[in-house]
């Protein structure tokens, strides 16, 4: 099997397997009890903290556990609209968000709230000047994704951030694709609150976690105990957040070289694609995308049954986002971008991994290339488009 759907989920590290295992068998404890079998689960899940905390550059107390990155998006987003109601209800986010954020806000637009939803270019970009333009007396949170995880473009996170310190608004990331693929710093990016999920950067499913910059208050999502200093109730996921610790170190000690490796497989695939596979569309921007993603429009071909083919293959891949594989519309991200729906229609995202390989790579191009010839044969449009390019010649 060739797994070229990283972004979607990734393989949990043997390391983070192995450091988790106790906590599950001799380590059990829960952290809230008095007794020392219990307080040393405490203290497990208190060095996670500062150490997660150390690869954002946030402080420890900044940082809450969350089950994944879908609460983490709600958290931020419905908390700060409750707690900042009184000062308006104004909202601004992107068209190409994940649907943890944009489904937030239809949400908060069925109670009273307004949201702004900005365009993006043909690349993904959300521009700075559109956001300024966007900002109302009434904004209380602007919601911005650090990298898309369909087309893999980075946003300008920094200069969008700028803005809205400037003007005294709260400022949330979503960088579940993001985090753990490329550096992020919470001071320099000028967030106020940042959401990320371990198994997208090989630790468990699960878990993840929420920065809130200190002084920013918003309520609880999560009623009922007093775990994590009484802003999210819930015994805490023990196995989970050790090995999430484990999987963030790891991510951040081998980023470096994984940013190269990644980044010159990344291209080899990308022009290997456009060179061999004809009528192809490179979606998102050309230097400013994560590492390890490369999606791609196909003419004349259902990406439905592409990915059929390529799993027979024995290749594993994607249309888009794992969270809206089952939806027969075209993706909400390619329409943004400009996309005709005929050729969303036949989109296809590859991302790689850390054990990827160039002869992986060199595999997935020349079964692309076939089963896109055989798809092809069978669409009567593809026919008369060969036609008129012989009789054009």
Same mark, same amino acid.
């Given at each position: 099997?060739?797994?070229?759907?990283?972004?979607?989920?990734?393989?949990?590290?043997?390391?983070?397997?192995?450091?988790? $295992?106790?906590?599950?068998?001799?380590?059990?404890?829960?952290?809230?009890?008095?007794?020392?079998?219990?307080?040393?689960?405490?203290?497990?899940?208190?060095?996670?903290?500062?150490?997660?905390?150390?690869? *954002?550059?946030?402080? +420890?107390?900044?940082?809450?556990?969350?089950?994944?990155?879908?609460?983490?998006?709600?958290?931020?987003?419905? !908390?700060?609209?409750?707690? $900042?109601?009184?000062?308006?209800?104004?909202?601004?986010?992107?068209? @190409?968000?994940?649907?943890?954020? &944009?489904?937030?806000? !239809?949400? &908060?637009?069925?109670?009273?709230?307004?949201?702004?939803?900005?365009?993006? =270019?043909?690349?993904?970009?959300?521009? +700075?000047? /559109?956001?300024?333009?966007?900002?109302?007396?009434?904004?209380?949170?602007?919601?911005?994704?650090?990298?898309?995880?369909?087309?893999?473009? @980075?946003?300008? @996170?920094?200069?969008?951030?700028? *803005?809205?310190?400037?003007?005294?608004?709260?400022?949330?990331?979503?960088?579940?694709?993001?985090?753990?693929?490329?550096? &992020?710093?919470?001071?320099?990016?000028?967030? =106020?609150?940042?959401?990320? %999920?371990?198994?997208?950067?090989?630790? #468990?499913?699960?878990?993840?976690? &929420?920065?809130?910059?200190?002084?920013?208050? *918003?309520? #609880?999502?999560?009623?009922?105990?007093?775990?994590?200093?009484?802003?999210?109730?819930?015994?805490?996921?023990?196995?989970?957040?050790?090995?999430?610790?484990?999987?963030?170190?790891?991510?951040? /000690?081998?980023?470096?070289?994984?940013?190269?490796?990644?980044?010159?497989?990344?291209?080899?695939?990308?022009? %290997?694609?456009?060179?061999?596979?004809?009528?192809?569309?490179?979606?998102?921007?050309?230097?400013?995308?994560? #590492?390890?993603? !490369?999606?791609?429009?196909?003419?004349?071909?259902?990406?439905?049954?592409?990915?059929?083919?390529?799993?027979? =293959?024995? *290749?594993?891949?994607?249309?888009?986002?794992?969270?809206? %594989?089952?939806?027969?519309? #075209? %993706?909400?991200?390619?329409?943004?971008?400009?996309? +005709?729906?005929?050729?969303?229609?036949?989109?296809?995202?590859?991302?790689?991994? !850390?054990?990827?390989?160039?002869?992986?790579?060199?595999?997935?191009?020349?079964?692309?290339?076939?089963?896109?010839?055989?798809?092809?044969?069978?669409?009567?449009?593809?026919?008369?488009?060969?036609?008129?390019?012989?009789?054009?010649?």
């Amino acid at each position: 099997m060739i797994y070229l759907d990283n972004a979607a989920t990734t393989a949990v590290a043997p390391e983070v397997v192995e450091a988790m $295992l106790p906590y599950y068998e001799e380590r059990y404890g829960n952290p809230s009890a008095v007794y020392d079998f219990g307080n040393k689960n405490k203290n497990a899940i208190e060095n996670v903290r500062r150490e997660i905390a150390e690869t *954002i550059g946030a402080k +420890p107390e900044e940082l809450y556990f969350t089950a994944g990155g879908s609460e983490a998006d709600n958290w931020a987003i419905k !908390a700060t609209a409750e707690s $900042l109601g009184h000062r308006g209800n104004h909202i601004i986010t992107s068209k @190409i968000e994940h649907h943890a954020v &944009l489904k937030t806000c !239809a949400y &908060l637009e069925q109670n009273g709230y307004e949201v702004t939803y900005l365009d993006v =270019d043909v690349n993904g970009m959300v521009r +700075p000047e /559109q956001l300024y333009r966007a900002i109302r007396p009434t904004t209380i949170l602007i919601s911005i994704m650090t990298a898309n995880n369909e087309i893999g473009t @980075i946003e300008p @996170i920094a200069r969008l951030g700028s *803005i809205a310190g400037r003007h005294g608004i709260c400022f949330h990331t979503d960088a579940v694709q993001a985090y753990g693929q490329i550096p &992020l710093h919470v001071n320099t990016m000028h967030v =106020d609150m940042l959401s990320a %999920s371990a198994h997208k950067f090989n630790g #468990p499913k699960g878990i993840g976690f &929420l920065y809130i910059r200190e002084g920013k208050r *918003i309520p #609880p999502f999560v009623h009922g105990g007093d775990q994590e200093r009484k802003n999210r109730a819930g015994t805490e996921n023990v196995p989970g957040i050790v090995g999430m610790g484990v999987a963030a170190k790891m991510a951040y /000690q081998t980023m470096a070289e994984r940013q190269e490796k990644e980044s010159r497989l990344r291209d080899y695939l990308i022009y %290997s694609v456009l060179k061999e596979v004809p009528l192809t569309r490179l979606n998102g921007d050309w230097k400013r995308r994560l #590492p390890n993603n !490369a999606d791609f429009c196909f003419e004349y071909v259902d990406g439905a049954s592409l990915l059929v083919m390529l799993d027979m =293959d024995g *290749i594993c891949a994607s249309a888009g986002s794992a969270c809206t %594989s089952g939806q027969k519309e #075209p %993706s909400h991200v390619l329409t943004a971008i400009g996309v +005709p729906e005929s050729l969303a229609r036949g989109s296809l995202r590859l991302t790689l991994g !850390a054990n990827t390989t160039r002869e992986d790579i060199d595999f997935v191009v020349e079964k692309l290339k076939n089963n896109i010839r055989t798809l092809r044969e069978k669409v009567p449009e593809y026919q008369s488009y060969l036609e008129k390019t012989r009789k054009a010649k």
